[in-house]
Every structure is written in C-alpha cells, then in structure tokens.
Nanobody, 127 residues
Framework: QVQLVESGGGWVQAGGSLRLSCAVS????????MGWFRQAPGKEREFVAA????????FYAGSVKGRFTISRDDAKSTVYLQMNSLKPEDTAVYYC????????????????????WGQGTQVTVSS
C-alpha cells in the first residue's frame, strides 16, 4: 500500500518561500501521476499543481502559476512543491496525491483522479 507523507509546511510572511516535500513509500512512483491540492478552512479542496508520470508535463492552477513549481525525484520517491512569492490567500493545508492504482483519464486537476493521499501539511502566510 502506498503511503504519502508531506513535510515542509510552516509559517511564512507574505513574499516568502517554502518548499513542500512528499515522500512516498510502499511503491516506486516512476509510473505515478502526482499532484498537490490544498484546502483552506470552510472551502473545498482545490487543485494546485500536478506532474505527469514521466515528468515531462506539469499543470498549475491559475492562482499559483508563475509562483509555484512542482517537480519529482523518482530515485528518492519524492515530489516537491516549491512555493515562491507566497500570499496570505495561499494559507491552507496542502495535500500530496498520487494516481498509480487506478486508470488515469488525464484530468490532472480533478481530485477524483487520485487514489492515494497524504495527511497534509499546514502552510500559513501572514500579511
């Protein structure tokens, strides 16, 4: 069974940076589509970024494009989310997600495409 563990969250002032990591255990992730989602209090979980299994394609929510970068290191079974120029509206619990156990239809932005989730890491951006 795949297990995902996020780390790297914390508190930062607006304009600062954080790098989130998602360590995957239990399987090699070389064929996995990986994504990051976030959920703010009282809001739905929303798509942030995704990366194809090959790493050749990346996808971003419009609100983070140009500020966040998703990457993967399959040798370390780890996916990263580099977050720059953080804004107070980026405050949320950030979740790592993986699609590797079920057929993937290509809807990178849909949370229903992902079959494994981490517990989340809190990111707080103060103004």
């Amino acid at each position: 069974q795949v297990q995902l563990v996020e780390s790297g969250g914390g508190w930062v002032q607006a304009g600062g940076s954080l790098r989130l990591s998602c360590a995957v255990s239990g399987r090699t992730i070389s064929r996995y589509t990986m994504g990051w989602f976030r959920q703010a209090p009282g809001k739905e979980r929303e798509f942030v970024a995704a990366i194809s299994w090959s790493g050749s394609s990346t996808f971003y929510a419009g609100s983070v494009k140009g500020r966040f970068t998703i990457s993967r290191d399959d040798a370390k079974s780890t996916v990263y989310l580099q977050m720059n120029s953080l804004k107070p509206e980026d405050t949320a619990v950030y979740y790592c997600a993986a699609n590797g156990e079920t057929a993937f239809s290509g809807r990178y932005r849909s949370r229903f495409e992902y079959d494994s989730w981490g517990q989340g890491t809190q990111v707080t951006v103060s103004s």
